[in-house]
């Protein structure tokens, strides 16, 4: 199994941006549709973006005009552009496989916090 490795996250007052990166050794994510999720506080994890090894790309309706998926296959990473930040974006952030499987090729990292305050 690979676990991946999630940056890019921080401190942002509501209406920034930032740049999510997720990366892992190999080609664990060639071939794989791959998907970005998030965490808050008391929350179950939900995906927010989509992105198949050809390119369709889906989003989840509170993030849909103000996140971009992206990803580069041969740096064997996928990218998350968040702009327009609100405070209900406060999260923690992880990469899998989308829909992720129990026991898949790729486990869970261990995130990346970002924070909007008001």
């Known amino acids: 199994q690979v676990q991946p490795s999630e940056s890019g996250g921080g401190m942002v007052q509501a209406g920034g941006s930032l740049r999510l990166s997720c990366a892992a050794p190999g080609s664990a994510f060639i071939g794989k549709t791959m998907g970005w999720y998030r965490q808050g506080s008391g929350k179950q994890r939900e995906g927010v973006a989509m992105?198949?090894?050809?390119?369709?790309?889906n989003y989840a309706e509170s993030v849909k005009g103000r996140f971009v998926i992206s990803r580069d296959s041969a740096k064997n990473t996928v990218y998350l552009q968040m702009t327009d930040l609100k405070p209900e974006d406060t999260a923690v952030y992880y990469c899998?496989?989308?829909?992720?499987?129990?026991?898949?090729?790729?486990?869970w990292g261990q995130g990346t916090q970002v924070t909007v305050s008001p």
């Open positions: 899998n496989e989308f829909p992720a499987r129990p026991g898949g090729d790729i486990q």
């Open positions: 992105i198949t090894s050809g390119g369709t790309i």
